[in-house]
């Protein structure tokens, strides 16, 4: 198989996009680069940053002919980024990296291995969760790939895993490769309208067409946790991730078994009821206690967590 400029297609496309990253995404593509599986190409896509990433990327980039530069003119978002740089890769298989983390070296070796092994169109590894400042481990992230065996990850498990996204790390961080003759036949692509939880509705949609999906319980792959992230910096976002379950319905409810509907109408409940107990702790905070005692009653659920508003917001 060759590429259009008559070089043998990589392996792999690792793909990273970036905005306002100068800090550490060098760190991020020199664990690319470092990789065991020489056979890569990784893209990185400066998505309009307003500091110096473009220059640090440019200049990884003539440091290292596998490194291709994606240097938007406008900020997209995550997800656009993504599509962009998928369009331009060239890889058997499509692999994803923020930023800001990382990978340990015989990470992308290892999972091609495993999903060519297993025949699979997907592979996933656990977290190796670290602190970002630090980088001291706190803990692994999915406890439901356990043992020492590769693990099937059904439609079915993601969805109910889903369901439960009050874990300190949801299956929606999860980071696996893709066969691109799957992405291809499916026509899967990341939703450019939504800048934080666009992950999770992507591989949503991909267990919708129940992919060959494969897991290991080994943390390959480095999530550096920074304490004021995007998710936890406007509770209001969750109201983004409501409507987004509901997306998820429309796009492919249709493909979904009733267990996985099941699971994804309790996910829709337990956000919806987060949503609305964070605006009664807003409201309460601001001084507006008829709202918040509005929102209450509006919702009686909230009435059992009322001290628990009162205790967060006085």
Same mark, same amino acid.
């Given at each position: 198989?060759?590429?259009?400029?008559?070089?043998?297609?990589p392996?792999?496309?690792?793909?990273?996009?970036?905005?306002?990253?100068?800090?550490?995404?060098?760190?991020?593509?020199?664990?690319?680069?470092?990789q065991?599986?020489?056979?890569?190409?990784?893209?990185?896509?400066?998505?309009?940053?307003?500091?110096?990433?473009?220059?640090?990327?440019?200049?990884?980039?003539r440091?290292?002919?596998?490194?291709?530069?994606?240097?938007?003119?406008?900020?997209?978002?995550?997800g656009?980024?993504r599509?962009i740089?998928?369009?331009?890769?060239?890889?058997?298989?499509?692999?994803?990296?923020d930023?800001?983390?990382?990978?340990?070296?015989?990470?992308?070796?290892?999972?091609?291995?495993?999903?060519?092994?297993?025949?699979?169109?997907?592979?996933?590894?656990?977290?190796?969760? *670290?602190? $970002?400042d630090?980088?001291?481990? =706190?803990?692994? /992230?999915?406890?439901?790939l356990? &043992?020492? #065996?590769? +693990?099937?990850?059904?439609?079915?498990?993601?969805?109910?895993?889903?369901?439960?996204?009050?874990?300190?790390t949801?299956?929606?961080?999860?980071?696996?490769?893709?066969? *691109?003759? $799957?992405?291809r036949?499916?026509? =899967?692509?990341? /939703?450019?309208?939504?800048?934080? &939880?666009? #992950?999770? +509705?992507?591989?949503?949609?991909?267990?919708?067409?129940?992919?060959?999906?494969?897991?290991?319980?080994?943390?390959?792959?480095?999530?550096?946790?920074?304490?004021?992230?995007?998710?936890?910096?406007?509770?209001?976002?969750?109201?983004?991730?409501?409507?987004?379950?509901?997306?998820?319905?429309?796009?492919?409810?249709?493909?979904?078994?009733p267990?996985?509907?099941?699971?994804?109408?309790?996910?829709?409940?337990?956000?919806?009821?987060?949503?609305?107990?964070?605006?009664?702790?807003?409201?309460?905070?601001?001084?507006?206690?008829?709202?918040?005692?509005?929102?209450?009653?509006?919702?009686?659920?909230?009435?059992?967590?009322?001290?628990?508003?009162?205790?967060?917001?006085?």
């Amino acid at each position: 198989m060759t590429a259009p400029n008559g070089n043998r297609r990589p392996t792999v496309s690792v793909v990273i996009p970036c905005f306002n990253a100068e800090g550490f995404a060098a760190e991020a593509v020199r664990s690319v680069l470092f990789q065991t599986l020489s056979d890569i190409e990784c893209l990185v896509v400066n998505d309009a940053s307003t500091d110096n990433t473009a220059q640090v990327l440019g200049e990884l980039a003539r440091s290292d002919q596998r490194i291709k530069f994606i240097d938007l003119p406008t900020n997209v978002g995550p997800g656009a980024s993504r599509n962009i740089a998928i369009s331009e890769s060239q890889g058997e298989w499509i692999a994803l990296l923020d930023a800001d983390d990382m990978m340990e070296p015989t990470r992308i070796e290892r999972l091609v291995q495993l999903a060519t092994k297993r025949d699979a169109d997907a592979a996933m590894d656990n977290l190796s969760v *670290r602190d $970002f400042d630090s980088g001291l481990p =706190l803990y692994e /992230a999915f406890d439901f790939l356990h &043992g020492q #065996d590769p +693990l099937e990850i059904t439609q079915e498990m993601f969805y109910a895993q889903g369901a439960d996204f009050r874990k300190k790390t949801s299956i929606g961080f999860m980071k696996p490769i893709f066969s *691109r003759s $799957f992405l291809r036949k499916t026509g =899967l692509k990341f /939703a450019a309208e939504y800048r934080i &939880g666009e #992950d999770y +509705l992507f591989f949503a949609e991909a267990f919708g067409f129940r992919p060959r999906f494969v897991g290991i319980n080994e943390p390959l792959y480095v999530y550096r946790l920074r304490r004021h992230s995007l998710s936890k910096a406007k509770p209001d976002l969750v109201w983004t991730l409501v409507e987004m379950s509901r997306e998820i319905e429309r796009r492919c409810g249709h493909r979904l078994s009733p267990e996985s509907l099941r699971a994804l109408h309790m996910r829709q409940r337990k956000l919806t009821l987060f949503a609305h107990l964070g605006d009664a702790r807003r409201h309460l905070g601001s001084g507006e206690y008829f709202r918040s005692l509005s929102t209450v009653m509006q919702h009686p659920t909230l009435i059992t967590l009322l001290p628990a508003i009162m205790k967060k917001s006085l």
